[in-house]
């Protein structure tokens, strides 16, 4: 669960500065997940690559409203609706922190990475993990290749 502190100016003019939460249970993860065609993580990958700021926008605004949510008191719920989704849609805090995260991608990633379970964000860090280390592995092998493929001319590369 990540509780957010957003800095706005309320429609009074009136600073203010409050604590936000935010969420995504495992089932709610996988409604989204399955949800698409292809899946979730593979749809905004592919907007992302394609550069489709409106679509991103859009994405970012369906996770925040559908993370956003108030405890309650006695710790046991997260408490979600579509009321209290679209009271905060309505709010300078909203504007704020919608602002941040299509504009900073390092904002963007501590969002999301702090909205999903922790057992989700670990094994999502090792899968990343293991998929750098893949492509290092595939950069060294293609390196050695490279290298082998130019001896010919007398000289190692290893670009």
Do not use: C, W
Request: aromatic residues 8%; charged residues 30%.
């Amino acid at each position: 669960m990540l509780k957010k502190l957003i800095k706005y100016i309320d429609y009074d003019g009136r600073e203010r500065s409050e604590n936000f939460y935010f969420y995504l249970n495992k089932a709610e993860l996988l409604e989204m997940e399955f949800g698409v065609e292809g899946g979730m993580q593979q749809m905004i990958q592919l907007i992302i690559d394609k550069q489709d700021i409106p679509k991103i926008m859009a994405s970012f605004k369906t996770i925040i409203l559908k993370a956003y949510g108030e405890k309650s008191p006695d710790g046991r719920r997260f408490i979600k609706s579509k009321e209290l989704s679209d009271a905060f849609s309505q709010t300078e805090a909203y504007s704020n922190l919608y602002s941040e995260l299509v504009t900073d991608a390092k904002a963007a990633a501590a969002f999301l990475n702090g909205i999903v379970p922790e057992e989700v964000a670990r094994a999502a860090a090792e899968r990343r993990k293991n998929e750098e280390n893949a492509e290092n592995d595939d950069n060294a092998e293609d390196a050695s290749a490279k290298s082998v493929n130019n001896e010919e001319d007398g000289t190692v590369h290893l670009l």
